[in-house]
């Protein structure tokens, strides 16, 4: 069974490598877009946004999803009037949705509830 970063990357036919970067700005929500590249000079801002992305990468199933979606909420970093308030970071129900699409069209139905 593959991982999701290995569905991801045969989806958009990219390098592993650019998972990461891929997925982060497909799943910014709309009005953190045009200031993202900005924040991103700032690492310590954008990591909760890439350790969930990159966490999310190794999952084989949903309800793996639900805990790591659980930790990103409740990630240090991911607090502030930019990120919580703004929503300036990653939207977590777009990447979900991106997750159970790709989940359900590259696993077999028997590999997760």
Same mark, same amino acid.
């Given at each position: 069974?593959?991982? +999701?970063?290995?569905?991801?990357? $045969?989806? &958009?036919?990219?390098?592993?490598? %650019?998972?990461?970067?891929?997925?982060?700005?497909?799943?910014l929500h709309w009005?953190?877009?045009p200031f993202y590249w900005l924040l991103g000079m700032?690492?310590?801002?954008?990591?909760?946004?890439?350790? +969930?992305?990159r966490s999310?990468? $190794?999952? &084989?199933?949903?309800?793996?999803? %639900?805990d790591e979606a659980a930790?990103?909420?409740y990630h240090t970093?991911?607090?502030?009037?930019l990120r919580k308030v703004l929503r300036l970071r990653v939207s977590s129900?777009?990447?979900q949705a991106i997750f159970d699409e790709l989940i359900a069209s590259g696993n077999s139905p028997e590999a997760y509830p």
């Open positions: 069974m593959k991982t +999701f970063r290995e569905l991801y990357c $045969e989806q &958009r036919q990219i390098a592993h490598d %650019r998972y990461e970067a891929d997925l982060v700005r497909r799943c009005r953190a877009r700032n690492r310590e801002y954008t990591s909760p946004d890439y350790d +969930f992305v999310v990468g $190794e999952l &084989r199933s949903r309800r793996q999803f %639900r930790e990103y909420f970093g991911n607090v502030g009037f129900r777009r990447l």
